[in-house]
């Protein structure tokens, strides 16, 4: 379909399509390919969004027609032709248009449901965030009306989590949790338990040692500069007593050694920060007065571009606990599942604190609800850290020493759920 005034046209045809008496219209419609031309201009590369959301309205009133319609626009392979329509398109009204249409060629029709189902699925990997959430929210609608699950579900759904649209986040937790009634909950329950433990390994404990090792080195380095240069450089002396001083009031120390990299010039320094009780690396150059400048350049970087492993890690945690507060059945599948040992983990990234907050909450609930798994968990962490992680397990993480973040992340707990019944 072409030409001028195409808007014009859908509308007309909607009006008359949508009419009580339109019967007469509807045979004719069909019998010239109208559905056909509908569908084509879907799909369109070069068709405007109001006209393919026009023909996606038009496509509606037909199929509201009853079953045989129905049946009749999936069998053209109408429902590929309006999944592509949904995960291509640029507006938020198209693509919903597009939902309705699906979810109404689904509704009473048994023969073309499964179609429906499986190309709701096929829209997930879409590069579009609102035809993700809309697909996730009309599976998870089609999927209380089914006795089983697609397995196809547990990859999409697990590779959704990294996504930084909350929207989406919580669309995927909504389906899970319906999905906790089939039979894939095992799988669906080890997968979320497995991004707790990203294949990219936090060196925690790796930029803790250097740091404390090479604090002794750095300060008897400085020492032997400081003598041999006190002679002829009086001002330094003076820059190094008033930096004493200095710190005698503010919270931020920077201590470090510069280590030097084989294929570049930049030096990269481990700096403590008392207030935080973290240690971070930042990458300088050969002036010193950019210190602060790429400190806080890198920092905006991590808040704002978090690696996707970090985000699925938070999303793992959060759901986790969702589905440990919804059933005690399933709470204890992730005991068992050795969820403990993993939120632990979690628990210690210092570069992602939503990941360290949500496997907090999950893990707290898990030790309120079974107290074997307090006894557990009071053993990985020590008395210290087991007392403030009770007192306040929404915030402790603020405070985390990089000592404390190490024990975490290199906890050696095999807890499968000993004691604890079904």
């Not at 338990?193 to 936090?202: A, H, V, Y």
Request: charged fraction near 20%; charge should be negative; aromatic fraction near 6%.
């Amino acid at each position: 379909m072409s030409g001028t005034c195409l808007t014009e046209q859908l509308q007309a045809l909607h009006i008359f399509l949508s009419a009580s008496s339109s019967h007469n219209y509807l045979l004719e419609f069909l019998e010239h390919g109208g559905v056909l031309c509908l569908q084509e201009l879907c799909i369109s590369s070069s068709g405007k969004e109001v006209d393919k959301l026009w023909a996606l309205k038009v496509l509606s009133c037909v199929a509201s027609a009853g079953t045989h319609y129905k049946e009749t626009i999936c069998e053209c392979y109408g429902i590929r032709a309006v999944a592509e329509c949904m995960a291509k398109s640029k507006s938020e009204e198209t693509q919903e248009a597009a939902r309705d249409l699906l979810e109404i060629l689904a509704e009473g029709n048994p023969r073309f449901s499964d179609q429906v189902y499986k190309g709701l699925i096929g829209v997930l990997p879409c590069n579009s965030p609102k035809a993700q959430q809309l697909a996730l929210q009309s599976i998870r609608v089609l999927q209380g009306e089914r006795t089983t699950a697609n397995r196809a579900l547990i990859d999409r759904i697990i590779y959704l989590l990294e996504s930084l649209h909350l929207e989406v986040q919580s669309a995927v937790i909504e389906l899970i949790r319906v999905l906790m009634h089939f039979d894939i909950t095992d799988d669906i329950l080890l997968a979320l338990i497995t991004l707790l433990k990203p294949q990219r390994e936090i060196q925690l404990g790796k930029l803790f040692t250097e740091a404390a090792s090479d604090d002794g080195e750095f300060i008897s380095h400085h020492s032997d500069s400081d003598d041999s240069d006190s002679s002829s450089s009086p001002s330094i002396t003076g820059s190094t007593s008033e930096l004493k001083s200095s710190n005698t009031g503010k919270t931020s120390i920077k201590k470090g050694k510069p280590s030097e990299s084989k294929t570049s010039d930049t030096r990269s320094y481990h700096t403590y920060d008392s207030s935080t009780k973290r240690f971070s690396a930042s990458a300088n150059g050969k002036k010193k007065k950019n210190k602060k400048k790429t400190n806080k350049s890198s920092d905006s970087e991590l808040d704002y571009h978090p690696l996707p492993v970090f985000v699925q890690q938070a999303a793992a945690a959060k759901c986790l606990h969702i589905l440990a507060q919804d059933s005690p059945t399933v709470a204890i599948k992730i005991i068992k599942m050795g969820a403990v040992s993993s939120l632990l983990y979690a628990m210690g990234n210092l570069e992602f604190p939503d990941s360290q907050r949500q496997a907090s909450l999950a893990l707290e609930y898990l030790c309120q609800t079974y107290p074997l798994v307090d006894q557990v968990v009071y053993e990985a962490m020590g008395p210290v850290l087991h007392t403030e992680f009770t007192k306040n397990p929404d915030s402790h993480y603020l405070q985390m020493t990089p000592l404390q973040a190490d024990v975490l992340v290199s906890n050696k707990v095999t807890y499968t759920g000993e004691g604890i019944g079904v």
